[in-house]
């Protein structure tokens, strides 16, 4: 959320954050509610001074022994006027802090213009693809022939986009889950293991709500909501809290299942596991000094790249524009796999700086010099599995059908090979 000062003295700039990013705003409404809330502050405040003064005249009436009936009725009346704007300020507040959660969060500076994701910004690529003497096929053939994957199971038991893993294919996907976690714990991220249901106000704290409501599973009976990652309930570890200035930054990773309704998805982008409607990552979540926010975003996509560097995979980071980035995201970074078998770059993770956005709504601060500070909250996937399991499959596949597992892997999986008579 932004802070109503910035949205009085910079409505200009204001404007033309949420015009870059594609969402319109009544921000004439919401100066217009912010005027009569401060307003009835003023009143109100003028009114208590009134009843203080004739307070004292009733006091020094009753002991000269005089008659204070008529300003005991003034009291009376001011007390009657000062309630009613009471309850006017606190619906006028609770319109105005309603609307001022539809604001988005402002791109910073160096977030490229532009509107989709051609406009996305190219920063660095590493590793090359890998070489084939035959055509490489897509993973969700691969996982066919091998039995990794059971599609139609799932559509029985659950619906279209829940897959059910096999054999060695839900191996390789609890490999995955494990190296990451050692990657996080090595540098230097606790280990959490968060709730996969969470509230209303965890989900508004992080900006889901009021934003990407449809976009979420609802448990309606019990209010509740299926998360669609695991920085909802790892950023709310800390929601109404004054953080020492001293332990920044908090550095937490945890690992979750992952639940997104994928509305309106269609196409080719839906084939095998390139979106799915349930999911599993390791998100790494980070509260930082707001002096250190910009190189703590650095670093925290400098620890995903690690681990697909590890994996031998080809990748490359994007600076993503302002139209593409999102409501709550100051700045962002997305890495994307390559998929030889489809000849196509695939988003594994989005590494992101919030500023002090998600810690207003949801009143995390820090206690340093002086009065306590909003933090700044960063997070960033590291990784999520489905399209680390795909470009492994298809990177690492073999002439035979079968998959060489990555070296680092092998430990988890149990095997240097998928295939082959392998199961």
């Known amino acids: 959320m932004l802070d109503i000062r910035t949205i009085r003295e910079e409505t200009d700039r204001v404007r033309r954050g949420c015009a870059a990013k594609g969402i319109e705003v009544d921000l004439d409404r919401i100066l217009k509610l912010d005027e009569e809330r401060r307003r009835a502050l003023v009143d109100v405040e003028t009114l208590q001074r009134e009843r203080n003064t004739r307070s004292e005249e009733i006091g020094?009436?009753?002991?000269?022994?005089?008659?204070?009936?008529?300003?005991?009725a003034a009291v009376r009346e001011i007390g009657d006027r000062i309630?009613?704007?009471?309850?006017?300020?606190?619906?006028?507040?609770?319109?105005?802090?309603?609307?001022?959660?539809?604001?988005?969060?402002?791109?910073?500076?160096?977030?490229?213009?532009?509107?989709?994701?051609?406009?996305?910004?190219?920063v660095r690529e590493h590793g090359a693809a890998p070489s084939f003497e035959f055509?490489?096929?897509?993973?969700?053939?691969?996982?066919?022939?091998?039995?990794?994957?059971?599609?139609e199971r799932g559509v029985k038991l659950t619906g279209s986009g829940f897959p059910v893993y096999r054999g060695y294919g839900a191996r390789?996907?609890?490999?995955?889950?494990?190296?990451?976690?050692?990657?996080?714990?090595?540098?230097?991220?606790?280990?959490?293991?968060?709730?996969?249901?969470?509230?209303?106000?965890?989900?508004?704290?992080?900006?889901?709500?009021?934003d990407k409501e449809d976009q979420m599973y609802v448990v309606g009976r019990d209010d509740l909501y299926l998360i669609p990652t695991a920085e909802v309930p790892i950023t709310n570890l800390h929601r109404d809290e004054i953080l020492a200035g001293e332990s920044l930054p908090i550095k937490?990773?945890?690992?979750?299942?992952?639940?997104?309704?994928e509305a309106g998805s269609h196409g080719r982008d839906v084939r095998g596991l390139n979106r799915v409607h349930q999911f599993h990552k390791v998100e790494l979540v980070k509260f930082v000094d707001p002096e250190t926010s910009d190189a703590e975003l650095e670093s925290l996509v400098a620890d995903a790249e690690k681990i697909l560097q590890a994996l031998?995979?080809?990748?490359?980071?994007?600076?993503?524009?302002?139209?593409?980035?999102?409501?709550?995201?100051?700045?962002?970074?997305?890495?994307?796999?390559?998929?030889?078998?489809q000849g196509r770059w695939l988003?594994?993770?989005?590494?992101?700086?919030?500023?002090?956005?998600?810690?207003?709504?949801?009143?995390?601060?820090?206690?340093?010099?002086?009065?306590p500070q909003l933090v700044h909250t960063l997070n960033g996937s590291g990784l999520a599995t489905?399209?680390?399991?795909?470009?492994?499959?298809?990177h690492y596949q073999r002439a035979d059908g079968s998959i060489e597992v990555p070296a680092v892997l092998r430990p988890f999986v149990g095997t240097d090979v998928i295939g082959g008579g392998k199961s």
Not at 60 to 72: F, H, L, T, Y
Not at 317 to 337: I, R
Not at 351 to 369: L, T, W
């Open 135 to 151: 055509e490489p096929k897509p993973h969700w053939e691969l996982a066919e022939a091998l039995g990794l994957l059971d599609f």
């Open 60 to 72: 020094r009436r009753k002991k000269a022994g005089e008659d204070a009936s008529e300003a005991q």
């Open 386 to 394: 489905p399209r680390t399991f795909i470009a492994v499959l298809e």
């Open 252 to 261: 937490y990773a945890g690992f979750t299942p992952n639940f997104r309704r």
């Open 312 to 341: 031998g995979l080809r990748y490359r980071v994007l600076l993503m524009c302002a139209g593409d980035m999102g409501f709550t995201q100051a700045k962002k970074y997305d890495l994307e796999v390559w998929a030889p078998g």
């Open 347 to 371: 988003e594994v993770s989005s590494c992101s700086n919030f500023r002090d956005f998600q810690a207003r709504r949801m009143k995390i601060r820090y206690r340093g010099e002086g009065k």
């Open 83 to 122: 309630r009613a704007l009471d309850e006017r300020r606190k619906e006028v507040e609770d319109a105005l802090n309603a609307t001022l959660l539809t604001v988005p969060n402002l791109p910073d500076d160096s977030v490229p213009p532009g509107r989709t994701p051609e406009d996305n910004v190219p």
């Open 172 to 210: 390789l996907e609890r490999a995955l889950v494990s190296f990451f976690l050692d990657c996080a714990r090595d540098a230097g991220y606790l280990e959490v293991l968060p709730p996969i249901l969470v509230n209303e106000d965890s989900a508004t704290g992080t900006g889901q709500l009021p």
